[in-house]
């Protein structure tokens, strides 16, 4: 079943607060537009997934996920795209439903207002997604998303942001759209 998502919405977890844990962008690739840039598939079986990027992304140990590793790609206008992929061995359903309970009770700092979160179903697996507005510590206003799905031992957060430029969101959404759960 193709996936399809859609953007904005934001998902929430240990990145609640849009905190870029991606390393810094390099220069090359902040002076390259999106459209310059071909997209290719990028598939990595021992994660269980496949994405569409306009370039290769940086595959880093995620420090906020066990044994997990961070797939960022860093966009024009310092935004960004990280997919962080979280190994659990005895499954990440426990994992998955604290995650949730946190952004629907409003007494916790991770909550999201009832009417961002959407509830969804990828290749017969739960998820949750969201998006939010934010404003950066300048005051700039951009979006940020977040995808939650737990698949077996394998908990993904997708997270993103950008402003509300068009050409950045149909960017993101592209990317969004694009992944999908791949078998080893």
Same mark, same amino acid.
């Given at each position: 079943?193709?996936?399809?998502?859609?953007?904005?919405?934001?998902?929430? +977890?240990?990145?609640?607060?849009?905190?870029?844990?991606?390393?810094?962008?390099?220069?090359?690739?902040?002076?390259?537009?999106?459209?310059?840039?071909? %997209?290719? /598939?990028?598939?990595?079986?021992?994660?269980?997934?496949?994405?569409?990027?306009?370039?290769?992304?940086?595959?880093?140990?995620?420090?906020?996920?066990?044994?997990?590793?961070?797939?960022?790609?860093?966009?024009?206008?310092?935004?960004?795209?990280?997919?962080? =992929?979280?190994?659990?061995?005895?499954?990440? +359903? +426990?994992?998955?439903?604290?995650?949730?309970?946190?952004?629907?009770?409003?007494?916790?700092?991770?909550?999201? /207002?009832?009417?961002?979160?959407?509830?969804?179903?990828? +290749?017969?697996?739960?998820?949750? /997604?969201?998006?939010?507005?934010?404003?950066?510590?300048?005051? =700039?206003?951009?979006?940020?998303?977040?995808?939650?799905?737990?698949?077996?031992?394998?908990?993904?957060?997708?997270?993103?942001? %950008?402003?509300?430029?068009?050409?950045?969101?149909?960017?993101?959404?592209?990317?969004?759209?694009?992944?999908?759960?791949?078998?080893?």
């Amino acid at each position: 079943m193709k996936r399809r998502l859609r953007v904005p919405a934001i998902w929430v +977890a240990l990145f609640f607060l849009g905190v870029n844990l991606a390393p810094a962008q390099t220069a090359s690739s902040k002076a390259r537009g999106i459209q310059e840039q071909s %997209w290719k /598939e990028y598939t990595y079986p021992n994660d269980g997934f496949a994405i569409t990027l306009p370039e290769a992304p940086n595959p880093h140990r995620d420090t906020q996920l066990p044994d997990g590793t961070a797939y960022t790609v860093h966009l024009p206008g310092e935004h960004y795209v990280t997919l962080h =992929v979280g190994n659990y061995p005895e499954g990440c +359903a +426990a994992a998955f439903s604290e995650y949730v309970s946190s952004i629907r009770n409003p007494e916790s700092k991770f909550y999201v /207002e009832p009417s961002l979160v959407r509830d969804v179903t990828i +290749a017969g697996h739960a998820a949750v /997604e969201f998006e939010k507005d934010r404003k950066d510590d300048k005051g =700039v206003a951009f979006k940020h998303y977040q995808f939650l799905q737990c698949v077996g031992r394998k908990l993904y957060i997708f997270t993103a942001t %950008w402003t509300t430029s068009p050409s950045t969101a149909a960017t993101e959404a592209r990317i969004v759209k694009s992944f999908r759960l791949v078998g080893k």
